[in-house]
């Protein structure tokens, strides 16, 4: 049973206009929720994060917004440029010592210029 | 340049073989990890260290196994190769304890067991 679902495996948008990428969890104890990046033939790279306290954290063109009550989470890019183009992983944290991530299955992001 | 290194880049494998995977970090972080990506998956924990003489195990452990001899290499082995090990594997570490610290990432190695 996934405890981070991405359902959207793909979302394209216009150049200059909003992406919105959503993520959804089950597990209620999770305390860190953060979005990574990834382009074809690379790593993951670590793009922003949200602690469970908060509803709203912003770095740039990028937002990241969680309703814990749905139990929902969304990253807005704005404007989205065709350098965004990649896969966007949602990942979940939980408390204890080994903070492991589990992670979605990924959405890929096709921005048209 | 800091980072992790991860080798081979890609590799092709016959059925029932041993390989090891080798990651390297010049971070000095304490925490490393090994995921596989699968389409469709995402990214799954295989195996995990907290430091440097204790490993545990993730979410799909069973045909890989890790040892953590000191703190910059992390070595993933399959002792004995099957074709649903295929996959891409990414070898990560983490800076600090609290969790806003994202994971660092290696390029990852590109395993296909036929």
């Known amino acids: 049973d996934q405890q981070v679902k991405q359902n959207s495996p793909s979302l394209s948008v216009q150049e200059g206009r909003i992406s919105i990428l959503n993520c959804d969890y089950t597990n209620s104890m999770f305390d860190y929720f953060l979005w990574y990046k990834k382009y074809p033939a690379e790593g993951p790279t670590f793009l922003i994060s949200?602690?469970?306290?908060?509803d709203k954290n912003e770095d740039g063109r990028f937002t990241v917004f969680l309703n814990k009550s749905a139990k929902h989470l969304s990253l807005h890019i704005v404007p989205s440029q065709p350098g965004d183009s990649a896969v966007y992983f949602c990942a979940a944290s939980g408390s204890g010592s080994a903070r492991q991530l589990t992670f979605g299955s990924g959405t890929q992001l096709t921005v048209l210029p | 340049i800091a980072g992790i290194t991860q080798a081979p880049t890609s590799q092709i494998l016959a059925a029932g073989r041993r390989m090891t995977l080798r990651c390297t970090q010049d971070m000095r972080h304490n925490a490393m990890y090994w995921y596989r990506q699968d389409l469709g998956l995402g990214l799954r924990l295989i195996h995990y260290?907290?430091?440097?003489?204790?490993?545990g195990k993730g979410e799909v452990p069973d045909g890989y196994s890790v040892s953590r001899a000191n703190t910059d290499d992390f070595p993933l082995t399959l002792a004995s190769a099957v074709p649903s090990q295929t996959s891409v594997y990414f070898c990560a570490s983490r800076e600090g304890n609290t969790a806003n610290y994202g994971y660092t990432f290696g390029s990852g190695t590109r395993l296909t067991v036929v």
């Open positions: 949200i602690s469970s306290i908060k």
């Open positions: 260290s907290n430091t440097a003489g204790t490993t």
